[in-house]
């Protein structure tokens, strides 16, 4: 029997789930890993194998990104999760990262999720699992069982914006889904305030109508330079205005009776 992994999330806490969109390279990572270890915090995200809706766009740098991850988040004594796409990669990196992410484009790919099950029948590792961006939440909880019929307990649902008429963000926030997914479901929800939004300006509003609504993490895209980034530039914060952000969304945290970790 392997040691239990950390789990997501503790009674209290907002686990925040932040980083960038994509690894690009050991000094940009790096960067993100020391201002999230300098506010206190417990993990880094970053997307490695990316599904991009183009196949012209940065695709990702694979298992090198992986790499980058574990040495900085070890270096930084951070917890790192990242996506997984395939089929074929889901060992590589469960055995490489502290917790796997499914992203909106694959909550139906049910024989990815089928390996994702097996992988971590015996680690238990967290798996955070995102909303299809066109699924209602019954087909959400419903897929979820995929993950957790070897064994795993150690899911997190996460909410990300989905497909609407709206045409003013870039998906619409469903914030309904945090209570609706605490009334129906054991596991605890994150908020990816990122997608939803596809700018900077909304993501302060947005996360913190996620605490008050309840939310038990948030995940935001955060990049020292977004301007240049390789994915995903609009909505990605620089290290200043989160740093900025962390310090107002531990007060709304405080108000709510909890700390963001
Ligand atoms: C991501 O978090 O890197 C991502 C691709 O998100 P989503 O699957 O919600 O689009
Ligand atoms: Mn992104």
Known sequence: MSEPYVPYHKPGTITMLAGPCSIESEEQFDAVAACLEGLGLSWI?????????????????GEEG???MRTAADAHHLQCIT???????????????????IGT?????????KKVADVTEESHKPVLFKRGMAATIDEWLSAVEYLTQKGNPNMMLC???IRTFENATRFTLDISAVPVVHQRSMFPICVDVSHPAGQTALIPSLAKAAIAAGADSLMIEVHPDPKNAKSDAAQQLTLPQFEELMGELREVAQTVGKTIV
């Open 66 to 68: 992986v790499r980058i």
């Open 159 to 161: 909410e990300r914006g």
């Open 45 to 61: 995200r970053g997307g490695a194998f990316k599904p991009r809706t183009s196949p012209y766009s940065f695709q990702g740098l």
């Open 83 to 101: 996506e997984v796409v395939d089929t074929a990669h889901v060992q590589y990196v469960h055995d490489n990262v502290d917790a796997l992410q």
């Open 105 to 113: 484009r694959n909550m139906a790919n049910f024989e990815l999720l």
